[in-house]
């Protein structure tokens, strides 16, 4: 049976979860392992066991996440196959999937990602929305958000990568490297290139703007300032 213990913010025992009760985390705490801290953290959650979710919200509903930590406002929320991962921040791994092994950290960062294990999203607006972005790091604000079928790729930078679709195995580091870019699998931009680029596998662009809006580019060396800003064929 539950044992109510006395503090400023009452908290109780079930089996071996801790967790409060004003504000109420759960009616039904799950009892193995848990600390369930906060108005519905935890709540209605399955398969979670040596779990922390702390904050409004925390965990709420989430599937299949053990040895996983949520700390944030509706951090993990309806998140599923999310064990061994830490979300924090506000949001951030939100109504994610298939993201075990991860580590989601910032506003919103992972949310509604799908097929991200063994990621890395940093940074506010990092990963949102992402698909097929398992084994990629996406580090600054806005970094891999919306980036489609980008597995095995590194975005570095505020918005690096945003919006890309069909770019994995990539490296686009800088400020807007590779924001938009399209069909940039196998290829690095760096230094706020590649932006707006279509068709450029396995390919380079080094600079400030290099291969910018380029097209037809695959197999491309664009080096330095404004480097084949277009293609102008």
């Known amino acids: 049976f539950p044992v109510t213990i006395t503090s400023s913010y ?4 079930a089996g071996s979860t801790i967790y409060s009760t004003a504000p109420l985390s759960t009616a039904t705490p799950n009892t193995s392992d848990n600390i369930q801290l906060g108005l519905n953290a935890g709540n209605g959650a399955t398969s979670l066991t040596q779990g922390v979710c702390i904050g ?15 700390i944030g406002q509706n951090t993990g929320y309806n998140a599923s196959n999310a064990s061994i991962s830490n979300f924090i921040g506000m949001a951030a791994g939100y ?7 991860s580590n ?3 506003q919103w960062a992972g949310h509604n990602a799908t097929n991200a294990n063994n990621s890395n999203f940093l940074g506010s607006g990092s990963g949102v929305s992402a698909a097929s972005a398992a ?8 970094a ?3 980036a489609t079928a980008a597995n095995d790729s590194n975005f570095i930078g505020t918005d690096a990568g945003g919006r890309a679709p069909n770019a994995s ?15 940039a699998q196998n290829s690095n931009f760096i230094g706020a290139a590649g932006y707006e680029a279509t068709n450029a596998s396995a390919s380079n662009f080094l600079g400030p703007a290099a291969g910018y809006q380029a097209t037809n580019a695959d197999t491309s060396n664009f080096l ?3 480097e084949s800003y277009r293609d102008w064929e």
């Open 10 to 13: 009452p908290i109780a025992v």
């Open 56 to 70: 409004r919200g925390a965990g709420s509903n989430v599937l299949n996440a053990n040895n996983s930590n949520f």
């Open 95 to 101: 109504g994610a999937t298939n993201a075990n092994d």
């Open 104 to 106: 989601f950290l910032g």
């Open 135 to 142: 084994n990629s790091n996406f580090i600054g604000s806005n």
């Open 144 to 146: 891999g958000k919306s």
């Open 169 to 183: 195995f990539s490296n686009f580091i800088g400020q807007t490297a590779g924001y938009s870019a399209s069909n």
């Open 224 to 226: 330095g300032y404004n």
